[in-house]
């Protein structure tokens, strides 16, 4: 079972995730983001479905990259993902399809994703991660 | 004497130099290059030890190339990477730069305007001049200002910063001259700027986004120093505006790229950190050298950012009182900075991340007006609480490398604040001192005064220290918030 938490930070937000094995975790991520990126929001439906394609060079930088784009389509195409298939993803490449929502103003708080203290590592369930968000 | 107290940040040993400074020695951890100062009297240093803030501070010691101690200044927080408020210096000629050192809000900054007018002869007026700046200034993270700009437009903003607008009548000359570096840094390399940045940046000019940003109407309560003061064209009464932002996603995504570029190379340069989001690279190598020129751009964005928010303000101003609507820039700081500097006959850079740079009277960037003053210092409180004008010190360059602080600085969680009081009450809170409101509830619990380190205690410690010296005190009477 995927899940997503926040934690406290004194000027940040911490995204806690934990799924059974390494898409889940880069899919449920990428929702709980998309949660933060949708706060006061008014979301429009988009039928369309986009492809997204992450490249890096290990499984910390991959959950960054992946998360900062996000960020940017957010701010940029005024969408948020809220389903998301991640159909590959080794430690150094994602490929996903997701369908989401078009908003009328980019809607984040969020400047970017960091690698502070950043470790994927193995959990009871399978994995999991804490990534620090500059907001 | 020994300060010790068995707290998260405190396991290593800290020696108080004086009321205001204590130093934790470069023996305290194997992998320090040098010491580490933390600018707090006893009641900030609890608060410097009851988060990671120390250890962020060490690790930033680690870095190749630091030059005299690390600093915290008395508003530093826990942050990523480095904490928040806190100044470090690299030689040059074999030290790093590092995107994190500098954060993701590249030249966050401040600056001044101040009226012909006091608040008293427009109290009636004060509701509806923050209605029509909050209308004027587009605010909220992403949420576009008037301009648009076309590529060879934004080219010119990050190549010329405030100094392109003066040709679309959006600055003076006077601007200029009141603002750090005069709105223009000469490094700046638009070419080294991303397509992805300048797709984030290219609707945001004149727009102040969310977080702790803010514009301000205040009147000037208190004058400590009256010679200080008349220098500035400050007087009691007077009614000022502050703006708080910075480069908006244009500066995000430039320190997204290179964090991402100086993560990948730092191996082959020998590097290794004890946090990956100190990512850094020798300044004077290729990334090194691409991450100042497009630091750089991305500063010129932000200072013609604050630019265009003034003549916003101005429009405003001038719509409601006529030619006694004037704002005069008092000056524009950079609090997140990475600045090439001379300290001690060597060339370093100086990494400001939630530190304002004080130049003191004789210093000669200090601008022309100022000479024998100081540079101005704009310290934040919080909404509700009182912001500070100071001024630098020629002490502080031997201090602090010419630094001191950014704000009253953060003190609990947005979680946390928002558990001690809703958006609506914080409103109300703030409507009972009189104090107009423009803002989300949501915004507004997150940034309540309660959030927030003691401002007074704060600008105490640096004047204290000698970091910079206390001009006057600012009440605010309107917030636009993101």
């Known amino acids: 079972m995927a899940w997503h938490r926040f934690l406290d930070h004194t000027s940040e937000i911490i995204l806690h995730v934990g799924a059974a094995d390494w898409p889940g975790l880069l899919a449920v991520a990428g929702k709980g983001l998309a949660e933060l990126l949708l706060r006061g929001a008014r979301p429009a439906p988009d039928p369309a479905e986009r492809v997204l394609e992450v490249v890096a060079h290990d499984r910390e930088s991959l959950l960054v990259d992946w998360l900062n784009e996000i960020v940017y389509l957010a701010e940029t195409a005024f969408w948020v993902p809220q389903e998301i298939l991640i159909e590959e993803a080794s430690d150094s490449r994602l490929r996903a399809r997701a369908r989401g929502v078009r908003v009328e103003t980019a809607p984040s708080l969020v400047k970017a994703a960091t690698f502070h203290g950043l470790q994927v590592r193995p959990s009871v369930e399978g994995l999991e991660a804490e990534v620090i968000l500059d907001v | 004497m020994s300060e010790d107290t068995r707290k998260p940040g405190s396991q290593y040993p800290a020696q108080r130099l004086s009321p205001t400074c204590v130093e934790i020695p470069k023996s305290a951890r194997a992998d320090l290059r040098v010491p580490a100062r933390v600018w707090a009297d006893a009641e900030l240093w609890k608060k410097a030890v009851s988060d990671r803030t120390l250890e962020q501070l060490l690790n930033v010691a680690t870095l190749p190339g630091a030059c005299g101690c690390v600093h915290a200044m008395p508003d530093a927080h826990e942050g990523y990477g480095f904490p928040v408020g806190g100044v470090a210096a690299f030689r040059a000629k074999d030290g790093v730069i590092s995107p994190g050192g500098v954060g993701y809000d590249i030249n966050c900054g401040v600056r001044l305007l101040a009226a012909d007018v006091g608040v008293g002869e427009v109290k009636q007026r004060i509701e509806s001049l923050v209605h029509d700046l909050s209308r004027a200034i587009a605010s909220g993270t992403g949420r576009s200002g008037d301009l648009r700009l076309n590529v060879p437009e934004l080219e010119y903003v990050l190549a010329q910063g405030s100094r392109s607008l003066l040709e679309r009548g959006l600055a003076t000359q006077a601007d ?307």
Not at chain 2, 229 to 237: D, N, R
Not at chain 2, 447 to 474: I, S
């Open chain 2, 176 to 482: 200029l001259e009141h603002t750090e570096a005069g709105g223009s840094l000469a490094a700046a390399d638009p070419d080294k700027v991303s397509h992805r940045a300048r797709e984030r940046g290219r609707g945001q000019l004149g727009s102040i986004g969310s977080g702790n940003h803010f514009v301000e109407v205040q009147r000037v309560e208190t004058v400590y120093d009256e010679d200080a003061a008349e220098a500035l064209g400050l007087w009691k009464g007077q009614l000022t505006i502050l703006i708080h932002t910075g480069s908006r996603g244009l500066g995000h995504q430039v320190c997204t790229d290179f964090v991402r570029i100086m993560d990948a190379v730092m191996a082959r340069h020998g590097i290794k950190l004890p946090d990956r989001e100190l990512a850094c690279a020798p300044f004077a190598s290729p990334e090194g050298k691409d991450y100042f020129g497009a630091m750089c751009a991305a500063a010129n964005f932000a200072f013609a950012n604050r630019q265009v928010i003034t003549h916003a303000a101005r429009q405003v101003f001038r719509r409601a009182l006529g030619d006694s609507g004037d704002l005069r820039l008092v000056y524009d700081v950079a609090h997140n900075m990475a600045k090439l500097e001379e300290h001690g006959g060597q060339k370093l850079l100086v990494h400001r991340k939630g530190a304002t740079r004080a130049f003191g009277p004789s210093h000669p960037e200090t601008p022309a007006a100022y000479r024998g003053v100081g540079q101005p210092v704009f310290i934040p409180g919080s909404m509700g609480t009182a912001s500070y004008v100071l001024v630098g010190t020629d002490e502080a360059f031997g201090l602090s490398f010419g630094s001191t602080c950014h704000g009253a600085g953060r003190a609990m969680s947005r979680t946390a604040a928002k558990k001690v009081k809703s958006g609506q009450e914080v409103r109300k809170d703030l409507e009972r001192q009189g104090i107009v409101v423009h803002g989300s509830p949501g915004e507004l619990a997150e940034e309540a005064p309660h959030a927030y380190k003691d401002v007074d205690r704060v600008v105490q410690v640096v004047h204290d220290a000698g970091l910079a010296r206390k001009v006057v005190r600012l009440r605010p009477v309107g917030v636009v918030k993101g």
